[in-house]
């Protein structure tokens, strides 16, 4: 019987395969060692254009392994692989819609797109407007990039709700990867705290970055781990990721990300016990006059906590009221106080996105400043999500931002009261304890300029756009044109 060569491997196949490898062992020989990524970045470049879905989820995998590259000189920093990977991706996604002109408008009309379309013209005018035009186009375009990728296209992806999944799990193993790099390079510094502000380094510039993705993702990671159908072996896997993720969060040292964790636990109670919103406001009105009431004698108490930042975890918990000798606590108020400065030079239209860096060495002054400050800029910018956008857009930069906050929460609420699937009820209420998080991060800190903080930001808040789109009973208020 005559066997079939029709199975058989192309003898081009191999000659083409003998070349390649013969050329690179010549490379290799030059010390030239970048050949071998040429099929890979064609590959790569296939998906893009196959599968543009697919390829937004291998961008949500790479972008915690990815490396920062920054240029101090205009203001403008390059993450790598991830951020030529999502300019590719905008650039599909805006080029498929000019050829194709299809897009669901619904998402368009959503109240948090509404918002975040009315942040972006500002933004264009206070570029116009900006002390440094360079910087703050810059600092838009970058902008631009995040939320056309991962908010408007995200949306879209996210219709189909195993791309959801697909999403989140992509950056749940991506950021387990840096845990683990980092857990061992800081075991071999036998759990230092000294080390423990860079040991992260090169994926997260710090140990607050690297808080603030941890404290992002814990909320997702524990509803996954517990709230499943998995069989047992498959449990005991999702625990021990859960572990790792619990182990990494207390070795981040991270002030502010325990803080935003303990609070957001508290938001899961408003919405499991079905609060209502009129009572939270009251609440928060009544807090706020109560705390206004006294503000000074805080402020005389808080003055007398001299506890630094500690490896003892009481001691440390303690330190995030001290505003007498901490020098991490002392230099947010410095830079505090001086974006609330360059606002007042500038309340209307501010200095210009991305300009804050570069402005407020004048703006500080001799009794703000600590033992760390600098008139470099070179230290982050103003530890603030909400004070930022203050001193670089005027009034309206913070007031943009609380819209969209205000907004997602509004849709949280619909997603996780009144979605079809069960699951994607409980995935919207973990994605938005995430957010929480981040939004009581803001407070301190700040990360939206960068990717890794951008990229699950804007990717969670679209995975709520979509559920309360295209998997929740009602769509009365947002028909397709």
Known sequence: MIKSDTHKTPVVFWLLLGLFAAINGLLIWQEFFWLPAIPVLIGIGLLAVLSLDQFVI?????????????????????????????????????????????????????PIAIAILLQLSWMLITSVTSSLPLVSFKFLASRLWFVLTFFFLGAEIFRKKENIYRFLWAHIFGLFCVIVYTTYVHWTWGFEKGPGHWVMDPFYHDHTAYGMILALFLPIVTGLTFFNRLSLFNKILLFALFISYIVAFRLSNSRAAWLSVILAIGVYFLFRLRIRWYVVLITAVVGLLGFMSIQEQLFISLGRNKQDSSENLEEHVQSISNIRTDASNLERINRWNSAIRMFEDRPWLGFGPGTYKFEYAAYQRAKDKTLISTNAGNRGTAHSEYLGPLSEQGILGPLWFLIIIFTTVWTIGKVYYHAHDIRLRRVGLWVGLGLVTYWIHGLLNNFLELDKGSVPYWGFTAILVAIHLFHSPSKKNFPAS
């Open 58 to 110: 291998l961008i949500a995998f790479l972008t915690p392994l990815s490396i920062n590259l920054e240029d101090e000189g205009v203001g403008a920093a390059l993450s790598l692989p991830s951020e030529p990977m999502i300019i590719s991706a905008m650039m599909l996604f805006v080029i498929k819609f000019l050829f194709d002109g299809k897009y669901d408008v619904r998402i368009l009309r959503h």
